[in-house]
């Protein structure tokens, strides 16, 4: 029986892509993973996560990781609609691995509603959506790593030219270098989501 685990990395980031990443694994084999520490990827440090995203993808019989850019994010953000844009995403994932049962962390309040819409997407699936999934399913928190681990090396390019920080509207040094980059070129640049509030906050400030 193959077992399928599904996760996102960077939704409320302020740029960069969102990352989605699906693995797929039969389920006897899922203890291998757990036997080489996977957990919540938040709860692992940037090295650690590298190492066993080279065990994970070495373990699991196939995986698929999906890269939505701001542009689009904007797009759906603008409609509201960026939780159909996450239950798109998984879909397709869903729809590339072919699993028996997919375990997915749902961004929606209604984790019910979210699993149903997947599955709806992806031709019936079985899927099984809830809160906190990356810490409650080996298999979830596997997916964490895959997308944490290609998100990060996308704002770690961004972060040599513009020093932008963990693209977080927490950190104070993302929120400087997002209102120097707004201020500094014509148009906003394609890695920050300008549909953000707090990048909208900054365009209406600077105008």
Not at 34 to 52: C, H, N, Q, Y
Not at 170 to 176: E, G, L, Q
Request: hydrophobic letters at 35%; charged letters at 30%.
């Amino acid at each position: 029986m193959q077992i399928c685990g599904i996760d996102d990395a960077g939704r409320g980031s302020m740029i960069g892509p969102l990352v989605i990443a699906g693995i797929s694994i039969e389920k006897k084999n899922i203890k291998k993973l757990k036997s080489i520490g996977v957990r919540d990827s938040k709860k692992l440090a940037p090295k650690t996560r590298e190492i066993l995203y080279k065990k994970i993808i070495e373990i699991v019989d196939d995986y698929h990781i999906i890269k939505i850019p701001p542009k689009t994010i904007d797009r759906y953000v603008s409609n509201h609609n960026l939780n159909h844009l996450e239950a798109e995403t998984m879909a397709k994932i869903v729809l590339n691995l072919h699993p028996d049962t997919s375990y997915v962390d749902s961004c929606d309040v209604d984790y019910k509603r979210f699993g149903k819409e997947i599955s709806a997407l992806s031709s019936n699936a079985k899927i099984k959506s809830s809160h906190h999934a990356d810490s409650r399913f080996i298999v979830v928190a596997a997916a964490s790593i895959l997308a944490k681990v290609n998100r990060d090396k996308t704002i770690h390019r961004l972060n040599k030219k513009f020093n932008l920080g963990s693209g977080y509207p927490s950190d104070k040094k993302t929120v400087k270098s997002v209102k120097k980059i707004l201020n500094t070129y014509k148009k906003p640049q394609p890695f920050i989501r300008t549909s953000w509030k707090p990048v909208q906050k900054i365009i209406n400030t600077s105008n």
